[in-house]
């Protein structure tokens, strides 16, 4: 997939805009006001007051764990619900994750307007694709992002993540 042009992008997001509630899209595309990676576990509890704590709690290399559940947010249709991953006591990790085998398109409407969204806001995509998969990535400073949409035998779904970047020397691979 590959970045639409600046007017078709546009045209695109105002659409998505017009057939859905844009703050519930902005919510599951950007980060929510207020939320920073490496922030420490208490300011994200002062600025998202109505999280919930995860009682089995994911975990991820690195000393990940997602121990916190936002409120969901919808786009193009589908229930994106984040889940905020702490390391150390900070926030390293913020996953939106939405079921997708109900949707009449198993949610390849979603995962097209994530990644339209992401060009507009960090520009062309690394992207990949492989039967039953598609991925786009995009670099912001120190912080990943990528949108995934899976389609296979055990399921459909679509994932926007935001990751703290970690870069390796060639030594430690």
């Known amino acids: 997939m590959r970045c639409l042009s600046g007017h078709r992008s546009i045209r695109l997001l105002l659409l998505a805009a017009l057939l859905g ?4 899209a902005a919510q599951a595309q950007e980060l929510p006001p207020g939320v920073r990676l490496g922030m420490a576990a208490e ?3 002062a600025a998202l007051p109505g999280l919930e704590r995860v009682q089995r709690p994911q975990r991820l290399s690195g000393g990940l764990a997602g121990l916190w559940r936002g409120a969901p947010a919808s786009v193009a249709g589908l229930l994106f619900e984040p889940v905020y991953y702490l390391a ?3 926030l ?3 996953e939106w994750v939405a079921a997708a085998q109900a949707a009449p398109d198993l949610g390849a409407a979603a995962f097209a307007e994530l990644v339209a969204w992401g060009c507009g806001q960090f520009g062309p995509e690394l992207a990949s694709s492989d039967p039953g998969s598609a991925y786009a990535a995009w670099v912001q400073g120190e912080v990943d992002v990528y949108a995934q949409h899976v389609n296979n035998a055990r399921g ?3 994932r926007l993540v935001y990751k703290a970047r970690q870069l390796k020397d060639a030594s430690e691979l």
Do not use: E, I, N, Y
């Open 21 to 24: 509630p844009a703050a519930g």
């Open 43 to 45: 300011d994200l509890q």
């Open 88 to 90: 150390g006591g900070q």
């Open 92 to 94: 390293r990790r913020v």
């Open 156 to 158: 459909a779904s679509v």
